[in-house]
C-alpha cells in the first residue's frame, strides 16, 4: 500500500533528485552550490549570503544562538508554541538570561507583545520570535511586528523552519537579522540542509568581534568566508546527496514564481479547512488570518489518538499535538505539490476515520471544499 506523509516535516519530495554523489571540493559541487544560492536569495529576496549547514532545524538555531549570543546577555523570548519553546531553551543553553513572553497556544504574536517587552528591557541584545509555529499551526504577521520595531534595537533572530518556501519569509525586506530554516518542510527536500541568513548588521557584529564565537562547527564567519570563494564550498562536509533534491525543489518553486506557489498553499490549507469544517470538526486556531498556510490544525480533545491510528491503518500519516497539546489536537501540513486530488484523498480518509471513531461527520464536505476551491481560482 502507498503510504502518504501529511506530515509538517518530512514532506514527499516531489522531484527524487538524482542522489548524485559529488565530492563537496571538485568544481562540480561549487557550480551547483553557487546555483543553490542563487535560488535561496531569489526566493528570499536578498542579496545577503545563505548559509547552508549539516543538519536539521534545531542546528540551524542553535547556529544564530552560538554565534548571537553571549553568557549573561539579556534576551526576549516570545513563544506561542512548542518551537518557540525550544528556540529558548537554545538560548538559554547558549548562556543568555531569558525574559519569556508567552502567547497561549492557538493564539499568534502581535506587535503589541513585542513593543511591550521591548520597551520594558531596553537592554536586551536579541529578540526571538517564531515565524510559522508548527506545533499549533499558528503563522505571526512578521512583516507587521517587524514594521513596528526600531532597527536599532536587539538582533530580531526568527525561527523559519517551517515558513521558508511555503509561504513569504523575506528577512532583509522585513529587516530581521537571523533567520534561520532546514531543508525537509517548505523546502521539499530530505531532512539535513539547514539553512542560516544573516543581516548586514549582524554580519558586522560577527565582524568586530562583538560577540563570541561560541561554536567551532557552526563558525558562521568560518562557512561564509568558504561560500566566498572562488569555488564556493562548505568548510566541512556537507549533505552532497541532497542538494541535488533540493536543487530541484528550489527549480520547481520558482518556475512556478513564489508568488503563484505561496498563493497555492494557502488556497489547498483553505480547501482543507473548509471541508473540515463542514463535516463539524472545530479549528484548533479561532483566528483565521492567523491559521498557517502550511500547517492545519484542528481540536479533537477526546479522539485525537483514535482518529490518527485509524488513517495509518489506511496509509495516511498525520501528526498529532506537542506538549500541552499532546492528545488533543490532529496537525495535516500542506507543504507537498499537492492539489485537489489529494486534498480530496485526505479528506475522505478523515471522514472514514471519524465515522470509525463514532463521530458522525457531515457528508457535505466535498461540496464544500469544492466551493472554497474554486473561489480560490485566478
Ligand atoms: C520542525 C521545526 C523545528 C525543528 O526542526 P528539526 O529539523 O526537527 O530540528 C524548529 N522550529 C519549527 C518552527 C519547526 O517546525
Known amino acids: 500500500m502507498n503510504r502518504y506523509l501529511f506530515t509538517p516535516g518530512p514532506v514527499p519530495i516531489p522531484n527524487e533528485g538524482a542522489a548524485a554523489l559529488k565530492s563537496h571540493r571538485e568544481p562540480g559541487f561549487s557550480v551547483q552550490f553557487e546555483k543553490i544560492q542563487g535560488s535561496l536569495r531569489?526566493?528570499?529576496?536578498?542579496?545577503?549570503?545563505?548559509?547552508?549547514?549539516?543538519?536539521?532545524?534545531?542546528?540551524s538555531l542553535e547556529a544564530l544562538?552560538?554565534?548571537?549570543?553571549?553568557?549573561?546577555?539579556k534576551v526576549i523570548s516570545v513563544s506561542c508554541g512548542e518551537f518557540g519553546l525550544r528556540f529558548r531553551d537554545i538560548a538559554r543553553s547558549a548562556g543568555a538570561e531569558i525574559i519569556p513572553v508567552d502567547i497561549p497556544a492557538g493564539q499568534g504574536v502581535r506587535s503589541n507583545h513585542v513593543l511591550s517587552a521591548?520597551?520594558?528591557?531596553?537592554?536586551?541584545v536579541a529578540l526571538l520570535l517564531t515565524h510559522n509555529e508548527t506545533s499549533t499551526g499558528v503563522m505571526n504577521p512578521l512583516e507587521e511586528i517587524m514594521g513596528s520595531v526600531n532597527e536599532?534595537?536587539?538582533l530580531v533572530l526568527v525561527d523559519g523552519v517551517s515558513s521558508l518556501g511555503a509561504m513569504p519569509c523575506f528577512p532583509q525586506d522585513w529587516n530581521f537579522d537571523g533567520l534561520a530554516s532546514c531543508s525537509q518542510k517548505g523546502l521539499l527536500t530530505p531532512p539535513g540542509i539547514g539553512v542560516v541568513w544573516l543581516s548586514e548588521r549582524a554580519w558586522r557584529s560577527l565582524e568586530k568581534g562583538d560577540r563570541k564565537r561560541g561554536s567551532y562547527y557552526f563558525d558562521l564567519l568560518r562557512h561564509r568566508e568558504y561560500l566566498e570563494k572562488d569555488n564556493p564550498q562548505n568548510p566541512f562536509t556537507p549533505p552532497v546527496s541532497l542538494l541535488a533534491t533540493l536543487e530541484g525543489s528550489l527549480d520547481l518553486i520558482l518556475e512556478q514564481g513564489t508568488t503563484e506557489w505561496f498563493r497555492k498553499k494557502r488556497r489547498l490549507a483553505e480547501t482543507f479547512m473548509a471541508g473540515m469544517i463542514s463535516m463539524g470538526l472545530e479549528p484548533f486556531v479561532k483566528e483565521s488570518a492567523a491559521r498557517s498556510p502550511g500547517v492545519s490544525s484542528l481540536l479533537l480533545p477526546s479522539s485525537a489518538g483514535k482518529v490518527k491510528d485509524e488513517l495509518l491503518k489506511m496509509g495516511i500519516v498525520v501528526s498529532g499535538g506537542q506538549g500541552e497539546m499532546k492528545g488533543k489536537i490532529l496537525r495535516f501540513a500542506h507543504y507537498s505539490d499537492w492539489g485537489w486530488p489529494e486534498t480530496c484523498l485526505l479528506m475522505g480518509s478523515i471522514?472514514?476515520?471519524?465515522?470509525?471513531s463514532g463521530l458522525k461527520p457531515g457528508p457535505e464536505y466535498i461540496s464544500q471544499a469544492w466551493e472554497t476551491w474554486k473561489k480560490g481560482e485566478k
Open 152 to 154: 536599532r534595537g536587539p
Open 42 to 59: 531569489k526566493l528570499m529576496r536578498t542579496d545577503q549570503p545563505v548559509l547552508l549547514l549539516p543538519c536539521s532545524g534545531t542546528g
Open 351 to 356: 471522514f472514514a476515520a471519524l465515522d470509525r
Open 65 to 73: 544562538c552560538l554565534n548571537l549570543i553571549g553568557p549573561g546577555e
Open 118 to 124: 521591548l520597551e520594558r528591557y531596553p537592554d536586551a
